[in-house]
Each structure stands twice: as structure tokens, then as C-alpha cells.
């Protein structure tokens, strides 16, 4: 038995059982999915952690804020928990930097109930807002529910594309290109070019691509599009001002392989 209560009393005193079998069983299952829990708080941290382990995930946890933005894309969580304390402004300053870079799920836990704050959190797309004290038992089942709804289909699950002498390999997250050298694809910059050379030449609409990327989360937000569209240019293009493979036409892109 495992005792989840914090010197800050932000978790509740009900004992969580670290015995009972794992949610996940790691020899029969294609995906573990990935928590990546943010929590600054060093005695909180690590009970998030244990229970979530306990139950066969595998869980990324980092306390520095700045560096959970770094981390963020090169970590291709299924869900995100931000446990931050800090001003609730700065809470959704990290939620919007992770937005633009993912479409996993993201749990905010407050510290108290403040209704314009939860409002605020939901109004921004936060797909669920936990207030404190909460029991372990809860967060895990709140946790295995959303890593069962989460939409989003694992890069490597993708197929194989090829468009042209360009070739995009979903277990290496990375497009060869004819010379043969590999650039390395953050998950969104990946599923967008998964997309476009699934049918080289073929202008997609911002409005088929954007909820095909993004789902809800960027339902009508083209600027989320232009960032991305951006950021792959300069990763794929020999000159980005002048781009040949990703081409943008009149309301869409197309990769010309």
C-alpha cells in the first residue's frame, strides 16, 4: 500500500494499492501509452509518477517548466498532466506552447476551484481540469480514461510514404530526401507531410487538413497550420522563401515529390 499524501496536502490521504495488476500489460500490447506529467512541485511529482508506473505506463515527469517545453516534441506523449504552481496565466502560457507542437490530450490540476480560471482553461481547448485534493484512485481512473479516448494515432503505426525520391519513415519520424540525408520531424511537422504525400500533387484544403492533424483542438485556427507549414520549409527546403515541395495554393498545400 502506498500512501499518496503530500507535505502540501494537494493530494488526498486514501491509500493506493501498488499491488493491484497493471492496466497495461507490456508483452500483449502494440502502444504503452506515455504520460508526460509537468509538476514543479518536488514532493507531488513523484506520486504522479508512482501510481501511473504501477499501472504498466510509461511516464516522462519533468519539473522545470522551461524544460518541459524543450522536451515536449522529442517526447511524443500520449497525454500531458500539467501540475504547475504558478500564476494562472503562465499555467496557460505553457498549455499554448505545448498546443502548437501536439494534439495529445492535456489534464490541468489546480490547486483550488476558481471558476473563471476552470472557464478559461476550457475556453482555451484544456481537454479536462482537475482540482485538488483529489484521491489516487481518481487521477489513475481519470487517466485511463482519457489515454483510452485519446484520437490520435501513433506516428508509428503510420505507413511508410514515399513521393517520388522523398521517402518518410513513421519509426524514424524522419523524411529522406534524394541525397539520402534524414531530417528529423517533430509529431505534427510529420503528420502533415504523412498527409500531403499521401497524394503528391494533390492541393488539401486548410479546412481537410486542419481537423485531420488536429482535431477539435485546431478547429478553424489556420495560424497553427501557417506555424507548422513554416517550421517544416525550413527544415525541407533548399530555399524556404522560395519552396518547391510544399507548395501553398489558394486556401491549401500540396507536396509536389
Not at 499491488?19 to 504520460?35: E, L
Amino acid at each position: 500500500m502506498y500512501h499518496a499524501y503530500t507535505r502540501r496536502g494537494y493530494v488526498s490521504n486514501e491509500t493506493f494499492n501498488a499491488d493491484q495488476p497493471s492496466t497495461f500489460d507490456r508483452a500483449n500490447v502494440v502502444h504503452i501509452p506515455k504520460v508526460f506529467v509537468v509538476c514543479d512541485q518536488m514532493d507531488t511529482g513523484p506520486v504522479w509518477g508512482y501510481i501511473l508506473r504501477q499501472q504498466g505506463l510509461i511516464v516522462s515527469l519533468e519539473h522545470s517548466r522551461q524544460k518541459a517545453i524543450d522536451r515536449w516534441s522529442s517526447e511524443m506523449p500520449d497525454l500531458v498532466v500539467l501540475d504547475v504552481d504558478s500564476k494562472h496565466q503562465e499555467r496557460m502560457e505553457l498549455y499554448k506552447s505545448f498546443r502548437e507542437v501536439s494534439v495529445a490530450p492535456v489534464l490541468l490540476i489546480l490547486p483550488a476551484y476558481h471558476e473563471t480560471q476552470i472557464l478559461e482553461a476550457y475556453a482555451s481547448g484544456m481537454d479536462e481540469v482537475i482540482i485538488k485534493p483529489i484521491s489516487p484512485a481518481i487521477f489513475l481512473a481519470k487517466i485511463l480514461a482519457w489515454g483510452r479516448r485519446a484520437w490520435t494515432v501513433p506516428v508509428a503505426n503510420l505507413s511508410l510514404v514515399q513521393a517520388g525520391k522523398h521517402s518518410l519513415d513513421p519509426g524514424r519520424r524522419c523524411l529522406t530526401n534524394p541525397a539520402g540525408s534524414e531530417i528529423a520531424l517533430t509529431t505534427l511537422e510529420f503528420h502533415l507531410l504523412h498527409l500531403l504525400m499521401s497524394r503528391p500533387g494533390h492541393i488539401f484544403s486548410a479546412e481537410e487538413i486542419i481537423p485531420s492533424i488536429w482535431g477539435a483542438y485546431g478547429s478553424g485556427d489556420q495560424v497553427l497550420l501557417k506555424n507548422v507549414v513554416y517550421r517544416l520549409r525550413k527544415k525541407i527546403e533548399a530555399d524556404p522563401s522560395h519552396p518547391v515541395l510544399l507548395q501553398t495554393w489558394q486556401g491549401g498545400y500540396s507536396f509536389q515529390g
